[in-house]
């Protein structure tokens, strides 16, 4: 079994930064790819950010493209968000998970197979 604790979130106004960590244990990690997911009160989960675990791909949503940046450290089994320029609208729970595969997939809640128990990201204006 994987765990993955988020960790990094708080108060921030607008404009500043924040990074996320999430960090994975358990049975030997060796996921297809890692994702970051947000999920605001009365919205649904959505795809922020996501990252192949070899070779590094990276893929962002639109609406943070430009101002967040994923990576990994794929030694210390911990995946990153750097969060820039933030937004009121960026405020949210943010969520990490893992998968096992996916086909293209990757902005899709069903494609990830482990999940963290979230962190809060609250900018203010």
């Known amino acids: 079994q994987v765990q993955l604790v988020e960790s990094g979130g708080g108060l921030v106004q607008a404009g500043g930064s924040l990074r996320l960590s999430c960090a994975a244990s358990?049975?030997?990690?060796?996921?297809?790819?890692m994702g970051w997911f947000r999920q605001a009160p009365g919205k649904e989960r959505e795809f922020v950010a996501a990252?192949?675990?070899?070779?590094?791909?990276?893929y962002y949503a639109d609406s943070v493209k430009g101002r967040f940046t994923i990576s990994r450290d794929n030694a210390k089994n911990t995946v990153y968000l750097q969060m820039n320029s933030l937004k009121p609208e960026d405020t949210a729970v943010y969520y990490c998970a893992a998968a096992d595969s996916w086909s293209g997939t990757y902005r899709l809640t069903e494609t990830y197979n482990y999940w963290g128990q979230g962190t809060q990201v609250t900018v203010s204006s």
């Open positions: 358990g049975r030997t990690f060796i996921p297809y790819g």
């Open positions: 990252t192949t675990w070899s070779g590094g791909r990276t």
